[in-house]
């Protein structure tokens, strides 16, 4: 095994996603805004799939992530939250005992997502009044810092920043393990790679290619030594596509772009113009030069709706799915965050086929490793 194929330190993990109703770039939404019956349907599903956690976003015009994570946890026996949150917009000591408590009342499943790059009219819906991208990441780290001693403070702690001041800050309620509620950080831009040196205990990237994962991680661990904390993590956020044969699984995916671009005008997937977020720009450079990459990067969606989040998928049998899982995993990502376009089927076809695979295959590195060393 040669050193870039080093095992990382971190265990592997399986992030999916629980939307409040059911909807996607092809399925135009069903049902209510707060789909208590779907909610609950998908985050069993996700469990019952071997998945560790389950991803809540946050949008301006969307439920509370927060409180349908705590319903999630209330229907879930070990099934983790990894629950979005846009700084800027509360307290950031008030957002800490609300996580400390719900992650005391799960016996420690809770993680935060912390989003600070948005479009300028996603922001504007909230009353942001920092409209500079390197300034809010600079505010997200005073937010984080205020955060961190909430959690880990024993006595009352004063705060003085450009973004926030408190005076005698203390909270009773502590995060349920002595670790801590992980942070999650994303963001390619200088501002951002520096808010996760000192912050990320994860640090995630969108479904890229290999060389640009490389790159990104590699800044990402030069930020994090300059800050002198230990490595994060590192997630990556895919659509797998799967089929019983690969020219199924191609199939399927031209035929998912067929039926998101009919539907955009339902969905509100229009690509529009040039998106503000760093990590969108990077998907859609590498989606206009083409929509396959390595092995089986398909990046079709991201070049139809402008990288809008998590758009990039790996195609194939999930043999092959999870082989190129691998080749991320070599290059030290460890988490993978993953959803379908059909979002309930598909999340009980990676529990079924993917996952089991990708364990399967670590595990015969494993006892190779083992017999080599002898």
Do not use: C
Request: charge should be neutral; hydrophobic fraction near 40%; charged fraction near 25%.
């Amino acid at each position: 095994m040669t050193a870039a194929h080093t095992p990382p330190s971190h265990p592997i993990r399986f992030v999916g996603f629980v939307g409040n109703h059911n909807s996607s770039e092809i399925i135009p939404r069903q049902g209510p805004v707060v789909d208590r019956d779907y909610i609950e349907t998908v985050a069993k599903a996700h469990e019952l799939g071997g998945f560790d956690s389950v991803l809540q976003a946050f949008h301006a015009d969307a439920p509370d992530s927060l409180q349908v994570s705590q319903h999630i946890t209330g229907v879930t026996d070990r099934l983790g939250v990894l629950i979005a949150h846009r700084p800027g917009f509360q307290a950031p000591t008030i957002l800490a005992r609300q996580l400390a408590t719900l992650d005391q009342l799960s016996r420690g499943r809770v993680a935060i997502n912390v989003i600070t790059g948005a479009e300028r009219g996603e922001l504007a819906r909230d009353g942001n009044t920092v409209d500079d991208k390197d300034e809010r990441y600079a505010r997200t780290s005073e937010f984080l810092d205020i955060v961190r001693a909430e959690w880990t403070s024993d006595k009352p702690f004063d705060y003085r920043g450009r973004f926030y001041q408190v005076e005698n800050a203390f909270s009773q309620v502590k995060p349920y393990n002595p670790s801590g509620i992980p942070v999650w950080i994303a963001g390619a831009s200088s501002a951002a790679v520096e808010v996760a040196g000192r912050h990320a205990d994860t640090y995630a990237v969108w479904g890229e290619t290999q060389d640009q994962v490389r790159e990104l991680l590699a800044r990402v661990r030069a930020a994090v030594a300059k800050a002198g904390r230990p490595q994060p993590a590192f997630s990556l956020s895919l659509r797998p596509i799967l089929a019983d044969t690969e020219d199924a699984a191609w199939a399927k995916a031209e035929a998912i772009y067929e039926k998101a671009k009919a539907l955009l005008e339902k969905t509100g997937f229009s690509r529009g113009g040039l998106p503000n977020n760093e990590g969108a720009r990077r998907l859609l450079a590498i989606a206009d030069k083409g929509h396959r990459h390595d092995k089986r990067l398909w990046t079709a969606i991201a070049a139809l709706t402008g990288a809008k989040g998590n758009s990039t998928s790996l195609v194939g049998t999930p043999d092959q799915v999870a082989d190129a899982l691998l080749d991320y995993y070599d290059l030290g990502v460890t988490t993978f965050l993953i959803r379908g376009f059909d979002p309930l089927p598909d999340a009980i076809a990676y529990g079924r086929d993917l996952l089991p695979r990708v364990h399967q295959l670590l595990a015969e590195r494993r006892r190779a490793r083992a017999v080599a060393a002898e």
